[in-house]
């Protein structure tokens, strides 16, 4: 036994022997229930199946529901956070802006998004503008168009299959949109956080009004609010579980499917939790070790 | 016959914060050329005057012209008026984001929109001016108060304007790096700038300025050559603050 194991043991009171005692009691009798009374039956062994499949035709393992759900969601929020950054940007710009109707529209859109509960949001922009918007532009039949060409490889690596890309796509304006609002109050206060004197002295160099934003305050206010935003893109990942109730097919989707082929309903919830997990928590353990203080000149 | 042009006219200007009148009835003129100095109590408006030059501050009434362009709320005319008008402020005001070079290639780059050879070439010769040229590629926190100054006069002047302004220039500094700064101003000064500075510094006001300004209460109550000015100030108030920050 190292060093530091005896200490962690010295530290241990008998409290903390009675904390994992009960817990251990309550979550043993929960598993019993679940065993005895629901007669229910654990089919671990179905999970790897339905993670990875091998392709007889093609001769090679390939992504079955639970990862094709995985990679879907990683797509989806990824597209959405850069979209969510561009347009939050723009949104705390218009919360900072001297002309009060701009103020005002960008205010009243952040309100409704807070008093709104997410999945009506959600709903609210699916049929009020995705589906408008896809509808307008024609992209279904585009979309249609590049999945049954040859060389689409390009558009099937950042899209997947091109047949569901109008629902991927509204996944992602849905998401980017509800998003927004909260990157938007993170920029904003990074904006507000940035002295009057860095205002005033890229104004007196005759800056205009984008310029002083693009080159002084927003490099500096950006870099401010990175850690936040950095959180936001966790939550971004977690709130997209949402869209699954747009029909998008991403990890939810793909479990509540899961779940009504087989009805292992808590092999495939568990290990859908685990996938998220495993992605927000190492994100966010990315993120602190970016965050740490480093020795370095520049600032 | 440049020198005697004037290339700030001041006329009447007011100007109110809500209910305080921090400026009221104010006319000066400063030629071509010229260097003003403006002292006076904290609070008399030496700083909301010259900060209405180059428009960080509205005025209420009043006219002011600047190079012959009169300050509306026209935002074209306001930055025309800008990039004449250098303005060099008490906490230096430096971009902290980037290096002692882009601060000063920054606004010739965005504004003036010169090409980038020219911009660090001009930077560099303006480095040198304020006398601190292998400071270049380091960033602002890594420079003294005085050394960051000079970096500020020298953003400044890399926007090549013609009337600079100081807005208390070395009150922020430690006193051993207050004649760092009054050395580059008095150079520049001899070269002919016009110059409106805001200071208690009264060796150097009595060495470079043409005109003495003292203000009071939102008004100038005193104009005067610096001969004049010093020995024999007409307006009692005036006496009384040269009596005491001259005493020490």
Known sequence: MNHGMRRLLKRLHWMDGLIVA????????VWVQIGDQLNYKWRWGLIPDYMFRYDEERERWVANLLVQGLITTIRICIYASILAV?????????????????????????????????????FIF?????????????IESWARGIARSENN??????????????????????LALFESAFVGEIVRAGIEAIP?????????????????????ILPQALKKVLPPLANQFISLIKDSAIISLISVQELTYKTVELVSTTRAIFEAWIATAAMYFVICFSLSMLFSYLERPRKSGAR | MPETQPIIEIRNVDKFFGDFQALSDVSLTVNSGEKVVICGPSGSGKSTLIRCVNRLEEHTSGQLFVD????????????AVRMEVGMVFQQFNLFPHLTVLENLTVGPLRVRKISKADAIARARKYLERVHIPEQADKYPAQLSGGQQQRVAIARSLCMEPRIMLFDEPTSAL?????????????????????MICVT?????????ADQMVFMDGGKIVEIAPPSVFFTKPKNPRCREFLDQILEH
Not at chain 1, 101 to 119: D, G, K, Q, S
Not at chain 1, 126 to 137: D, P
């Open chain 1, 126 to 138: 699916f049929f009020f503008l995705s589906e408008q918007l896809i509808a307008a532009l024609n």
């Open chain 2, 68 to 79: 012959g362009i009169e300050l509306t709320g026209e935002t074209r005319n306001i930055r």
């Open chain 1, 86 to 122: 561009l347009l939050g940007i723009i949104l705390g710009m218009a919360r900072v802006a001297k002309n009060l109707t701009i103020r005002m529209l960008a205010r009243t859109y952040l309100e409704f998004l807070r008093n709104i509960p997410p999945v009506v949001v959600i």
């Open chain 1, 153 to 174: 490889g390009v558009w099937e690596f950042f899209f997947g299959d091109m047949r569901r890309f109008p629902s991927v796509i509204s996944g992602v304006i849905v």
């Open chain 2, 200 to 208: 208690h510094e009264m060796g150097f006001a009595n060495r470079v």
């Open chain 1, 22 to 29: 009960v817990l251990v009691l309550f979550f043993g009798y």
């Open chain 2, 174 to 194: 430690d006193p051993e790096m207050i004649n760092e700064v009054l050395d580059v101003m008095i150079e520049l000064a001899e070269s002919g700038m016009t």
């Open chain 1, 196 to 216: 009057r004197g860095q205002h005033e002295a890229a104004r007196s160099l005759g800056m205009s009004w984008y310029a002083e934003m693009r080159y002084i």
